[in-house]
């Protein structure tokens, strides 16, 4: 009776606490079209516009360039003057369990692995919870678009990409089902690092015997999805192979996650013999480093998600993870950039700061964070850089958005509607502001 008695009061104070701080509401549709003017263009190509204007119209980028060089009709357009202010393309928030989980150490509140290893027909993006509050709290800080990604062994299921300001799942979606997870199997355990925690696709050490047994598995999987996918219409369904037709006509990228120098060679081989098109090395660290020249060999993109954090081995720099993005793209290779935990996800844009004392200019370190990651998840032809023809997803801050002293987002727009920046946080602040003012 008294357990029930506190499962019933910690329910109503839960309820409680959620009316006081309701998720903002979902932007309507642009109806007319939008000029800001006056700003400084960062384009995430490179180029930096000084006094630049950029008009979206539909939710489309329909301008970028000088004041000066607009000729457009200005007739019926939303004008915001945003001198002095710096304009960004939306931050891309990869490799996350944004939605899946709202409280790590809360059970009811994690949905993001199912039972099994070999799930790669499980859709992360039907447990995608819009109504999260952590969303509007990592979309307050210009990230706008996120890729949502299971969690488990072997093979977790398959991720998708999502807008962050939508009714439902199904409004969410802005890419759907663009990957499968793979979480290449381990021989021993590691040691772990201080605050690893919260990041998908990791797998525990299991030995020899079962390390044999887990690469079999596997195997035999894709096997069977290479003869599966050479069928125009099998007469019975099976819905994991179908998950994993997408990896050999390039439809679908194969996302890695293997955090030992040997294991990631060993992936990247698997991967390549089973004809996969498309492979991406995630939560890339010092292990990755040493395997550079193979992952430059083959062309392998990588995401690094430990920025924040100590070296991995003891003999490490103790910058070291601050130095890999510039270290990655000054061999060439393709790097983008996440973080560990998704409710500390706001913090995406200080990580890519963090990397201009250590290497990257400014503009490639903003690179790593729209650009870069959306080419590593493939739809760059519609995000990730302001140009004419490309989804008007666009952040306006009053100061450095990658420096978190200046960092002030004012507005942020995702396919040209006007999102809310409010988020719990502030209200929260706003509320209690209110209480304890002084007259």
């Known amino acids: 009776m008294k357990k029930r008695l506190l499962s019933i009061t910690f329910i109503a104070a839960a309820l409680l606490l959620n009316a006081a701080a309701q998720n903002p509401v979902v932007a309507p549709a642009q109806s007319l079209p939008v000029i800001l003017e006056g ?7 490179g180029e930096v516009i000084d006094n630049g204007l950029i008009a979206f119209s539909a939710g489309k980028i329909t ?5 000066g060089g607009f000729t457009g009709d200005r007739s019926g357009s939303t004008v915001i003057n945003v001198t002095g202010k710096q304009i960004y393309p939306g931050l891309i928030f990869p490799n996350t369990s944004l939605g899946l989980i709202e409280i790590g150490g809360v059970e009811v509140t994690v949905d993001n692995r199912e039972t099994g290893d070999l799930n790669p027909n499980v859709r992360s993006i039907v447990a995608y919870n819009t109504d999260s509050h952590v969303i509007p709290v990592v979309r307050s800080n210009g990230i706008l678009i996120a890729q949502i990604v299971p969690d488990g062994t072997l093979l977790p299921g398959t991720s998708s990409i999502v807008q962050l300001d939508a009714w439902n799942w199904m409004d969410a979606i802005y890419k759907a089902d663009d990957g499968i997870i793979l979480g290449w199997p381990r021989k021993s355990s590691p040691a772990r690092r201080r605050g690893d925690y919260g990041i998908p696709g990791s797998m525990p050490g299991a030995g020899e015997n079962q390390y044999t047994r887990n690469v079999e598995q596997l195997e035999k999987i894709f096997t069977d999805a290479i003869a599966y996918s050479q069928l125009n219409d099998p007469a019975d369904r099976n819905l994991r192979l179908e998950a994993l037709k997408g990896l050999f006509d390039g439809s679908k990228r194969l996302y890695i996650n293997a955090p030992e120098p040997g ?3 060993a992936a990247i081989t698997f991967a390549i013999r089973y004809g996969v098109k498309k492979i991406v090395l995630t939560n890339a660290d010092e292990s990755a ?4 020249d193979f992952l430059k060999e083959h ?3 990588v995401i690094l998600a430990h920025i924040h954090s100590l ?6 720099d103790t910058r070291f993870p601050f130095k890999l993005a510039a270290m990655f793209t000054k061999e060439g290779i393709l790097v983008g950039l996440t973080y560990e935990n998704q409710a500390y996800g706001y913090n995406l844009p200080f990580v890519a700061g963090q990397t201009v004392g250590y290497g990257l200019t400014k503009e490639e370190a903003l690179q790593t964070v729209t650009a870069n990651n959306a080419k590593i998840l493939g739809i760059d032809d519609l995000t990730g850089t302001l140009e004419k023809g490309k989804d008007a997803n666009i952040v306006v801050s009053s100061g450095d958005l990658l420096d978190m002293m200046t960092n002030n987002v004012e507005y942020a727009f995702i ?3 006007n999102v809310s920046l409010d988020n719990k946080h502030k209200q929260l602040y706003r509320r209690f502001t209110e209480k304890y003012k002084t007259e």
């Open 289 to 292: 480093w040493a395997v550079k």
């Open 311 to 316: 070296p991995k081995y003891e003999d490490s």
């Open 63 to 67: 301008y970028v360039g000088k004041s």
């Open 415 to 417: 396919s040209g509607r």
């Open 263 to 265: 294991g990631i060679v």
């Open 299 to 301: 062309h392998i993109p």
């Open 39 to 45: 700003g400084t263009i960062h384009t995430g190509t």
